[in-house]
């Protein structure tokens, strides 16, 4: 961050400085850059704030101000760094799935307006002729089956360069861009690409195979109809290709039933096809629960292989649940307005978000801090940032215990 471009006449603070504000903001759940500047009206905050990180703490307005003018890559690449150290030091190893990183995409609504925000935005006109304007993203997510779902690439769904458009930016062709991005950030990455029913299309696959990645995609029903006429064929001339799990937890039992296919022509791809029956029963109660997943892929399917590149298909739901579900209820504030004005602005506060999410993910799947919710405090995260911040704004930081608790070196170990 120190090495972020400045273009400003006055500097009264740093560009870490203010990059990090920002990011704070986010880390300690804030809300709102007013919120942020409440606290930073308090002495004991201020100088925590200094003591913990060894910055000065800026007002928003001053962040702000900064953000309108940084380009909006350069976060983006502070972000890719954190993930690139993450990935040198083989933290994220254990959770590849045969040989590859697990990278969900989806995208999200960022902020909706009454009235055009800027030349930027999409619209779109209900049934009863209300006009609604917005700037939505769309996100790269690497997960693992451990709920961690950390951006490494973002991508603006807008008609930012689109002048007399006759057609709006749409969430397929920002994953164009998207892809460009990512193979640059990440250009040896070994990636399983997982997306929902929007992404199986010749463009998708074609994509996905020039990058050498991998791909499990939802497949609804209706969708690529010669394919599943033939699947349906194909099915009943072999049936015995199938695998089963079973699973006994505390209160109920999971069992899965895939079938699957193999060799499915799709124009100049050959696909895969697995379908997954999901049945939840409870003891006592019998079945409770009945799900259909299906998904096609360019991944080697066998009677042992099928579930589990099913359950990876799967893992898409964390970019909505551990992902956007959280930036959204859980205090990040992804919907809320920073930057009211300046669209560049609003692109930096939210790799701000993205980085802040990365850093509170990874402390919270510590087995420091996990211990620390589940046996010795026995409270939730959202309790224990509550008290974080009541240290912070209240309890002075000994300095000198702060400053021999970080002068040796220590290993911070996920769960």
Known sequence: MASLPDSRRRKQYSTQEL???????????????????????????????????????PHLDSVDDYFRDLATSCLEEVKASLIRDLLRKKVL????YR????????????????????EYCLHKKSGSGVVTWSHNVLEAKLLTPT????????????NEGRANYQKQDCEQAAFKRLSIKIKKMFPRLPIIII?????PTQGFFDICKRNNWHYVVTLKDGNLRLLQEEIALERRLVPNQKGESL??????????????????????????WVECNEEVSVKNQGVIKNQRFVHITDMELSNTLCVGVSQTGRLRQKIENEGFNDQKNQGYALEHKFSRVSFPAMKNYYQCLQIAHIIN???????????LIKVRLKCTVKYLWKRLMSYMLEVLVDRTELLILTQNRFQIRLE
């Open 19 to 57: 990059a990090m504000a920002g990011v704070c903001m986010f880390m300690l759940k804030e809300g709102s850059r007013n919120a942020f500047n409440n606290d930073r009206k308090a002495p004991v905050f201020r100088a925590n704030y200094q003591s913990v990180f060894g910055l000065d703490l």
């Open 93 to 96: 190893q254990p959770h590849k």
């Open 99 to 118: 040989g590859c990183y697990i990278v969900a995409i989806d995208g999200t609504g960022v902020s909706t307006y009454s009235h055009k925000h800027c």
């Open 147 to 158: 709920g961690l779902s950390l951006s490494i690439a973002t991508e603006w769904i807008s």
């Open 195 to 199: 997306a929902d029913g929007l992404y």
């Open 247 to 272: 699973a006994f937890h505390k209160d109920h039992r999971t069992k899965l039933l895939c079938h699957w296919l193999s060799g499915l022509e799709y124009k100049t791809h050959m696909l895969n």
């Open 361 to 371: 993910q990874l402390v919270q799947a510590s087995q420091e801090i996990g211990g």
